[in-house]
């Protein structure tokens, strides 16, 4: 079988040859990009290369081998740990994206008045396939929010999003943007991204991957903390709870209420948000305010009816995602699905129950679940940040 050498292919193959060492991280060039655990945690050696003075896009896919694909029954199981150079503290924060080919992209950071993004030259570093981390780029803007297809690395932040093409790791193009970017999701060869302040009028906006083209597609982005998108588009519930908005493909809108009640006092006008697509179903929590009264519903994702099931959940168990595993979902131990341990198990839709789970100690931190093949960023109490596959 042929496929390309993972990210950055070129680059990866000079890497071959100039390991030295054994203990030291894995170093590169910020504008061009670069490579970097099995079941056992493993530090990669000291290397250096050239940058490529390249900066015309590749525009074509990357193909990587096919990642094995996760079991969909019986008990999840660490299937690949890979360490960061990173050092775990409790005041640490990560965003995070997967590529459709299951290539993990990750950027760290301590969050300043409640908001997550990493200043302008952070490091993000990715993992492809079975490979450990390594340096992806140093993006000359702030990162606030990452996304990934089989052509790109999407990079937003400040009133801009810059686009790297993955086979070569160039910049393809830089988009401007009318206001900052807060959230971005790709899907169905669309790129959206959530502009403007959490807390007053924003928009949405669709950007065409392949030539950079910015249409506004929505507003009212108040209050909107999550998305979700899918193969009919980009999903959010606005501000109150009250409506479900889903943005199509070609741009057009389409709406429907949530048929749910939102108690302005007790929980906030964020209290409902869109979170993930699941099969046919789009999956929205609904934070009451109060940590034993969160649920979580699903709509059909064709027609916005529903919701569909009201399944009984505690806040920090409600962040399901599909997956190729089936839809899996993380515990805090808080949560009933595993008492006084973080966990990542199946979920069920309809009734929230979480089995066949991974486990992990109080002291653990979790990141967000990512998909398709099913990934967690672990935050320890001590000792390096770490990727886990699980299927």
């Known amino acids: 079988m042929t496929h390309r050498l993972p990210y950055y292919g070129a680059v990866r193959a000079l890497l071959?040859?100039?390991?030295?060492?054994?203990?030291a991280l894995l170093v590169v060039g910020c504008s061009s990009g670069s490579h970097g655990t099995g079941p056992t945690?493993?530090?990669?050696?000291?290397?250096?290369?050239?940058?490529?003075?390249?900066a015309s896009a590749s525009t074509g896919p990357v193909t990587l081998p096919a990642l094995p694909a996760p079991s969909t029954s019986g008990q999840l199981r660490v299937r690949l740990r890979d360490a960061y150079p990173v050092q775990s503290n409790a005041f640490l924060a990560v965003i995070a994206a997967e590529a459709p080919d299951g290539s993990v992209f990750t950027a760290f950071t301590t969050p300043q008045s409640g908001t997550v993004m990493a200043p302008a030259g952070t490091t993000i570093y990715v993992v492809d396939d079975d490979n450990p981390p390594v340096v992806a780029e140093h993006p000359?803007?702030?990162?606030?929010?990452?996304?990934?297809?089989d052509t790109y690395l999407y990079v937003g932040g400040g009133n801009e999003i810059?686009?790297?093409?993955?086979?070569?790791?160039?910049?393809?193009?830089?988009?401007?943007?009318?206001?900052?970017?807060?959230?971005?999701?790709?899907?169905?060869?669309?790129?959206?991204?959530?502009?403007g302040s959490a807390s007053a009028t924003g928009q949405v906006v669709e950007i065409s991957p392949g030539s950079g083209t910015v249409t506004t597609v929505g507003t009212g982005t108040a209050n909107v903390f999550?998305?979700?998108?899918?193969?009919?588009?980009?999903?959010?519930?606005?501000?109150?709870?009250?409506t479900i908005v889903r943005i199509n493909p070609n741009g057009t809108r389409l709406q429907a209420p949530t048929n749910q009640t939102v108690n302005q006092e007790l929980s906030s006008p964020a209290a409902i948000q869109a979170i993930s697509i699941i099969g046919d179903q789009l999956f929205v929590t609904h934070n009451a305010g109060q940590g034993d009264d969160s649920s979580s519903q699903t709509y059909n994702a064709t027609t916005l009816s529903g919701p569909l099931a009201n399944a009984p959940g505690t806040a920090g168990s409600n962040e399901a995602v599909g997956s190729l595993a089936g839809p899996i979902d993380s515990s805090a131990p808080?949560?009933?699905?595993?008492?006084g341990q973080n966990c990542v198990g199946r979920f069920n839709v309809a009734t929230g129950a979480l089995t066949d789970a991974v486990t992990y100690p109080q002291s653990t931190h979790l990141g967000p679940l990512l998909g398709p093949y099913p990934a967690v960023v672990v935050f320890p109490a001590s000792g390096h940040v770490y990727l886990e596959r699980i299927g």
């Open 16 to 23: 071959a040859a100039a390991l030295v060492g054994s203990a």
């Open 140 to 149: 000359s803007i702030p990162v606030a929010a990452l996304a990934a297809d």
């Open 162 to 195: 810059i686009e790297y093409a993955r086979a070569t790791g160039s910049i393809a193009r830089t988009v401007t943007l009318a206001q900052p970017v807060r959230l971005m999701a790709v899907s169905a060869g669309k790129l959206w991204a959530v502009l």
């Open 41 to 54: 945690i493993k530090t990669t050696s000291q290397a250096s290369v050239t940058p490529s003075a390249s």
């Open 226 to 242: 999550d998305v979700a998108a899918g193969p009919l588009g980009l999903y959010y519930v606005e501000s109150g709870g009250a």
């Open 334 to 339: 808080v949560a009933s699905a595993c008492p």
